[in-house]
């Protein structure tokens, strides 16, 4: 559902991803690890179009991301690290606001609206104003508002800051639930326990270059002496620096 082919994204002379190849099947739970400044979030906004590629491609449900942006971008949710939500709207006005965008039928869309705020325990707050919702909450509904659509490949970056610990239990809860339901997810976390517990599959980036790629239990398996993904991902990296 996802694939990257020789994927390159230069700054000037800076290269922020180096020829990333990665092929992400339908139905996997896939964690992209790295220091701050790695080059997650880059890979990141070339997959979902808000970057464009130097060099290679982004294939979304094997649609290029830059030659055909609108089938992509029907399969693809996005939760961006720091959402955007507009202030002066209430939830369920920013939910049918997002389902316009996608054309989603007008009789089915009360119904998926009630649905997804249900999923992420916002129903009560629904008919609050955003801006005065908590950290937390709005980051919930921005997880609310990228599955009104019913996406197959949700992509999504550090999405626990601000979240309670019942609410990290529900989003991750979620998400292995609709993996095993056939969506793909893409997360990039510097939380390399949740990263441990949900991933099917781990890949590991540094300064642009990918430096492993495989099961928990693969990865876990390149360290010099046993111990946990977090001992494997110091070693790796630090050797990198």
Not at 111 to 140: C, N, P, Y
Not at 194 to 212: M, N, P, S, W
Request: net charge negative; aromatic share 6%; charged share 25%.
């Amino acid at each position: 559902m996802i694939r990257t082919e020789a994927l390159c994204k230069r700054f000037g002379e800076k290269v922020a991803v180096a020829e990333l190849d990665l092929a992400i099947p339908e139905g996997e739970f896939f964690c992209f690890l790295g220091p701050n400044g790695a080059g997650k979030t880059t890979t990141i906004k070339v997959l979902t179009g808000l970057l464009r590629p130097t060099s290679g491609r982004a294939l979304v449900g094997g649609h290029d991301v830059m030659r055909e942006p609108e089938a992509a971008k029907r399969l693809l949710g996005y939760v961006p690290d720091m959402p955007f939500l507009y202030d002066r709207l209430t939830g369920r006005e920013l939910l049918r606001l997002v389902a316009g965008l996608y054309d989603l039928s007008a009789s089915t869309v009360p119904a998926r609206i009630d649905a997804v705020l249900a999923d992420f325990e916002m129903t009560g707050l629904a008919d609050q104003l955003i801006g005065d919702l908590s950290h937390g909450m709005r980051q919930k509904l921005s997880f609310a508002a990228t599955f009104i659509h019913d996406p197959r490949v949700v992509v999504v970056d550090e999405p626990w800051v601000g979240l309670d610990p019942r609410s990290i239990h529900r989003v991750k809860t979620t998400l292995k639930e609709r993996t095993r339901q056939g969506l793909t997810v893409f997360m990039s976390t510097h939380t390399l326990s949740i990263a441990e517990e949900v991933a099917d599959r781990i890949g590991i980036i540094h300064q642009g270059k990918l430096l492993a790629l495989g099961s928990v239990t693969e990865i876990k398996g390149l360290a010099t002496r046993p111990g946990s993904l977090e001992d494997v991902f110091l070693e790796l990296t630090r050797e990198e620096e």
